[in-house]
């Protein structure tokens, strides 16, 4: 259940600041995973909900 609280001192949702990691510094298993969903990633961001 929602406390009162949390939703009184809530300030809404804002939008974050991005924070890009450099993958070529990761171990090989790490890049292999990510070489493996980078493609469903970018189809997901080509339908995302955008502001109108």
């Known amino acids: 259940m929602i406390d009162s609280d949390d939703?009184?001192?809530s300030d809404g949702l804002k939008p974050r600041a991005r924070r890009y990691i450099d993958i070529s510094d990761a171990p090989d298993?790490?890049?292999?995973?990510y070489e493996?969903?980078?493609?469903?990633y970018e189809q997901l961001?080509?339908?995302?909900?955008t502001a109108v």
């Open 7 to 9: 939703l009184r001192d």
């Open 29 to 33: 298993r790490v890049k292999a995973v």
């Open 36 to 40: 493996s969903v980078l493609p469903r």
């Open 45 to 49: 961001r080509a339908y995302r909900l």
